[in-house]
């Protein structure tokens, strides 16, 4: 078990409805020191692609991609979430449905922040059915971007979207793939 891993067992709350509760130490309280391990592993295996910006979403893959970024020397960009309404033309846009919440988001970045040179790095709390992250993804093609890589810690490997996205090429590094879980029991189980 990697360090993530163990964090999980130790802290992690298996809820009703296929939910993780990781809220001590990953989205509501945050440790940063953990972040910090979380940014030299990614860079580990990231190590000799060429990456230029990060680029993650609100709210709690803001914590996570700026103590990364120490690790990158590079630049963090998140994409706001708005409620769907019209939006003016000098920012890239995308529909996302939140399959937890039920509802649609538009997210949105900034012209100014993304262009055609950018070697882009996506990082976030979660991976579950891939609807934030191809959002993600879409922006960064309508800005003639390129991604270069997906740093995700906690894939719900049982969910569609890890598997979608590797079978898109990217490269995927999720810290954490949990491939089942019981809310009677507390078990989580890792894929190896
Ligand atoms: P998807 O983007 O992968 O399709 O995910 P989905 O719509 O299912 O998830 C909606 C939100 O719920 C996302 O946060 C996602 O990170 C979060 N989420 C999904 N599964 C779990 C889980 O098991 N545990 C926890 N704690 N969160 C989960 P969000 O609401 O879009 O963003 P944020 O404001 O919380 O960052
Ligand atoms: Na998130
Ligand atoms: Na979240």
Not at 115 to 132: M, P, Q, S
Not at 152 to 179: C, H, M, P, T
């Amino acid at each position: 078990m990697n360090f993530l891993e163990e964090r999980i067992i130790k802290d992690g709350v298996v809820k009703e409805g296929n939910i993780l509760k990781v809220d001590s130490f990953l989205n509501h309280q945050l440790d940063v020191e953990l972040f910090d391990q979380m940014g030299a592993e990614w860079a580990k295996r990231f190590e000799g692609v060429e990456i230029n910006k990060i680029l993650t979403i609100e709210a709690s893959g803001i914590g996570i991609a700026c103590v990364a970024a120490r690790h990158f020397n590079v630049p963090v960009v998140f994409a706001k979430k708005s409620q769907s309404v019209n939006l003016d033309g000098e920012m890239y846009t995308a529909e996302v449905e939140s399959f937890t919440h039920k509802n649609k988001n538009n997210v949105i970045v900034s012209k100014k922040f993304l262009n055609e040179n950018d070697k882009v790095l996506i990082i976030d709390d979660f991976l579950a059915n891939g609807c934030a992250l191809q959002g993600l993804i879409s922006i960064i093609n309508s800005a003639g971007a390129s991604v270069a890589g997906i740093g995700i810690a906690i894939e719900k490997g049982f969910q569609s979207g890890g598997q979608i996205i590797r079978n898109l090429g990217y490269k995927l590094e999720s810290l954490a793939i949990v491939d089942g879980m019981n809310p009677e029991t507390g078990k989580i189980n890792f894929r190896n």
